[in-house]
């Protein structure tokens, strides 16, 4: 599951690419919903677009901005 998402996200086109960036983040099963949306709103507001995956079972959730490293900005 994990080769087939991350080949799906590195296909984007554009000069931004999802780069690994909170690998194997895990919490309790029963918290994961409200992990991803405060996760989602932070990432949201510094208006990044991202691809996320993970195993739900286990709390585990792996997240990939995509970013221009070219871009001095976004290498910050």
Known sequence: MR?????????????????PFAEDTCVPPEHLADYIVE??????????????????DAGVLHVRPALDMCDPQQRC
């Open 39 to 56: 996760f989602r709103a932070l990432l949201d507001s510094h208006g990044l677009s991202y691809g996320m995956f993970g195993h739900v």
């Open 3 to 19: 080769k087939k998402a991350v080949g799906l996200l590195g296909n984007a086109k554009g000069a931004a690419k999802p780069i």
